[in-house]
């Protein structure tokens, strides 16, 4: 199962687009790369996923490197209740095990 | 649609006695997979089942245990409770147990063990 590097917080003025990067340079070719987000210990949410072509719907978009090193989560329109904690997992589909790292912290400031 | 459920919302034991926690899943969905959030130490996974069976655990003594029931619902069981098993216990599902099909969380069981 790859790892996934992520910064471990964010800020993003109310409006803006936010862009969570994500590397995960040892992502093998049958890895998914996951989004999830986890609001005040709530259960995570998902927001998205890829294997290798960019991926966009009613929540964001997900842009993958060619290469597939590395990712982008983005909120087109950031708002207050964006603010959460923001996982990217390479997901191994033979295991099905999520594994998630410590995340990042975005913080959508008004 | 329903999403995941589980329960109870939380729960208080003494160390040596046992929990169990309940899930079911969104309709349809034949994959249930349990993971931890214990305080500071992040979502670790634990248990997936698909179609009645066990198909992965994660690194957790055997008092860890669970099962999937044929209308796929699953409990969780843990044995002989010590102070560091309280966490969050998220339940997930997911359509089937085949490759990388997405989760979907329920709210989680709160376990305090005193």
């Known amino acids: 199962d790859a790892k996934t590097t992520q910064p471990t917080s964010m800020d993003c003025a109310e409006g803006r687009a936010a862009n969570l990067p994500c590397n995960h340079s040892t992502i093998s070719g049958n890895e998914y790369v996951y989004w999830y987000r986890q609001i005040h210990s709530q259960g995570p949410q998902y927001i998205i996923h890829?294997?290798?072509n960019n991926e966009t719907n009613e929540m964001a978009s997900l842009i993958i490197t060619e290469d597939r090193k590395s990712s982008t989560l983005i909120l087109p329109h950031a708002t207050l209740r964006d603010t959460a904690v923001y996982y990217c997992i390479a997901l191994y589909g033979a295991t099905n095990k999520l594994i998630f790292g410590t995340g990042t912290l975005l913080a959508v400031q008004p | 649609e329903a999403g995941v459920t589980q329960s109870p919302t939380h729960l208080i034991k003494t160390r040596g006695q046992q929990a169990t926690l309940r899930c079911s899943p969104i309709s349809g969905h034949t994959s249930v997979y349990w993971y931890q959030q214990a305080l500071g130490l992040g979502l670790q996974f634990l248990l997936w089942y698909d179609e009645g069976e066990e198909r992965n655990r994660g690194n957790f003594p055997p008092r860890f245990s669970g099962r999937q029931f044929p209308n796929y619902s699953s409990e969780l069981n843990v044995n002989a409770l010590e102070l560091e098993d309280s966490a969050l216990y998220l339940c997930?599902?997911?359509?089937?147990?085949?490759?990388?099909?997405?989760?979907?969380f329920g709210p989680g069981t709160r376990l305090l063990v005193l």
């Open positions: 890829g294997l290798k």
């Open positions: 997930a599902s997911s359509l089937s147990g085949t490759g990388g099909e997405t989760q979907y």
